[in-house]
């Protein structure tokens, strides 16, 4: 079995945004409720969730289960942890180039995806 640096994992959780993940490289549902957007909870289902960019995680607050991209390509693909890691590997070339460029990574996101205090 391969192994993955903790170097190699680092970028790929930090690098490819969640937000873009969600909207665009994965089948997960997604909605903008009140400002914020939310996607479909695999543990759940709920709609209670939110991402936060400046850690990039995604989280469920009804489960309270915190998500990095890894995370969510395991459940949202059904992959094995190494499965998720080549799967990420193949996207990070595009939003490492976006992101040496400063270039948006989807000029139509709008910035949201704050933590609510408490839930939802």
Known sequence: M???SSCELFELRNTIPIESLIREELPIP????????RFLCPICNEF???VNPKNNLARCFRCERNFNAI???IEYQGFGFKESVVFLKQL???YSSQKENN?????DIVSMGHWLPGGI
């Open 92 to 94: 990070l070339d595009k």
């Open 71 to 73: 995370d969510l390509v």
């Open 48 to 50: 209670q969730t939110s």
């Open 2 to 4: 391969k192994k993955f």
């Open 103 to 107: 270039k948006p990574i989807n000029n």
């Open 30 to 37: 997604f909605k903008i409720s009140e400002g914020v957007f």
